[in-house]
C-alpha cells in the first residue's frame, strides 16, 4: 500500500530539491560555517566581496551532491564538510571570473560583484578564494581529492577558454558545444559527486559510477540552463530571458535552429550573433525560430538523455533516502524546465 | 692568492645573475621543457597565449633560487625541475591577471597578453595555469609543498587586493606598502626558496634561513623596481618610466616624497594620484620632488637593509658556489637600480 502511496505522490508532486535540501541540511550548514571562516582576510574587501557573492547563496547544488554522495556511500566522518566548502569556493571564483567575462551586471538576481567593486577586484577575490579551496584540500591531506580538484579545474578553464573561442560561431557544431560545457560545468558536478565516494573509501567502480552519475547530471543542468535562457519559463521566474543571445554565446538551441534552419534564417543567425548585430525584435524572431524547429523541446530531449545515464550509475548502490533524493535531484534539474 | 683575485674581481665587476644562470643553466632546460610540456592543451589558444609570456622569457628568477638553493641543500633528485615548473606557472598566472588589472599594454618591452587577446582570454588562461600548476605539485605529491605554495598563493591574491585598495591613497604609510610587497611579490620567492630545503629533506631552521632569504630578497627586488619605475636608469634600458605614477600606484618613493614634503608638494601628490589628473610635466615633476627629498636614494637604501638580511639568512650554510651565486644574485637586484 506504502508503494502506492508512493506513486500518487509522485504523480502529483513535480521533482525537486527539497528531499535533498532537507537531508544535508545540517551538514551544509557545518559547510557554510566552514565557508564563512575560511574566507576571511584581513584585507576586508576580500570577505566583503566573497560574502556578496556567497551568502547570497545559489542552491549549493555541488556541495550537495558531495555531502549526499557521501552519506550514500557509508561516511561517517567529517572531511565531507571541508571537502564540499573547496567545491563551492572554486564554483564561486569561476562564478566571479565569469561574470568579468560575461561583462555580467546581474548574478543571482542581485547585482554583480564586478558591477559593484568592479572588475578587478572580482578578478583578484576570484584569486583568492581559488587558491583558498586549495589550502583546504591540503589542509584535508588526501592526494587523491587534490589530484581528482585540481585537474577538474584544469578543465573546467579550459571549458571556459573553449567556450569564449565558440562566442560568436555560429559554425560550432553540438560535439564542440558538448566539449564546452562538459568541461565547464559537468566536471565539478563530477568531482563533487566522485569525492564522496573517495573519502569513504569505496572501491573505484563505485568512485567511477559517481563520476558518471556527476558529469551526466552536469551536461543535463547546463543544457536546461542553457534552453531557459531562451524560455517564457524563465522570464515568468522575473529572471532575465536573452543574456546568451545577447552575449553571442552558441548554445544547443541555437546549433539546433542554425542547422535546421533555411538560408535566410542562418543569415538571421549571422547577423545577430557573429556580427553582433542585433535590433529590437530580434530577441523575439530568435525565440520563434526555436519554437519552429523544436529547439528548445529537443534541448530537454537531449537533457533527458544524459539524465537516464546519470540515474542508472546510481544503480550499484543500494537504495535509500540519499540515493532517492540524488536521483530526484536529476529529475528536478530537468523538469525545472518547465 | 685566489681570495686576493677574488676580492679585486668583486670590486671591478658589477654584481650579476650571470654565475646563477651559469649554475642552473641544465637544470633550467629540463624546467622549461616541462613548462612548455604542462602547458599544453587541445584548446589552441591557451598554449599559444601561454607561450607568448612564457616563451618570452623574464628571467626566470624564481624557478632559480629554488634550482640553486635545492643544490645548495645537497639535493640530487629532480623533483625541484617540476617544483621550479609549478612556481614559474604561478607567476605568470599572477603576471596575466596583473596586466589585467593594470590595463598594460607591455609586457617584458612586448605587447601583452591582454592587449593582443583580450582580457578575457587573459583572465582565463591565467586560471588554467594556475590550476596546471596545483595539478604538478599534486604530481610531485608532498603535502608540505602543498601547503607552501598554496598559502602563498593566498596571501599573494591578498597582497594584489590590498595594492589595488591603496591605489590612488596618498595616505598610505610605508608599513601598508611593506605588506603590499611582502605579500604580492615577496611570498612567492620566499616559498620558490624554502622549497630547496624541502625537496632535500633538511632540518626545519634550514628551510627557516631560506625562507628569510627569499622574503628579504623579494622585497629588495620589488623596492629597486619600484624606484627604477621613477629613475633615469630605466629609461637608458628602453623600458618606460612612470606607469606606477600614471596608475595612481602608491610606492615607497612616492610615500617618502609625500611625507618630507611642504603642502603645495602633498597637494601636487594628491592632485595627480587620487585625483589622477595629470597634464604634461607632471611626472617630470614627481621625479624632480623625489630628487630633492632623496626619496629614490633613500628606497635604494631600504632595499640595501633587506638585502643584508636576506645574505646574512645563508650564513648558516656552507660556503659553495651555489650559496656564492644566492649571495650575488642579492647584490644584483639591488645594484640593478645604477
Redesign the interface.
Known sequence: MGVVVDLDRKRDKKPSIDALVALTEEDIQKVNRLIMERMQ???A??PQLAAHLIAAGGKRLRPMITLAAARMCGYEGDRHHGLAACIEFIHTA?LL?DD??DESELRRGKESANSIWG???S???G??L???S??L???D?S?QV??IL??A??V???G???Q??TANDTETGEATYLDVISSKTAQLFAAAARIGAVVADRPAAEEEALETFGMNLGIAFQLIDDMLDYSAKQATLGKTVGDDFFDGKITLPVILAFRRGNDEERAFWRRTLEDMDQNDGDLEYARALMEKHGALRDTVERARHYGSIARDALGIFKDGPDKAALIEAVDFCIERAF
Open positions: 582576510s584581513d584585507v574587501l576580500i569561476t571570473h568579468v567575462v572588475n578587478k577586484a578578478v583578484l577575490v584569486d583568492f581559488f587558491s583558498r586549495f589550502e584540500m591540503t589542509a591531506g592526494l587534490l589530484a585540481s585537474r579545474s584544469s573546467l578553464a579550459e571556459e577558454v573553449l569564449l573561442i
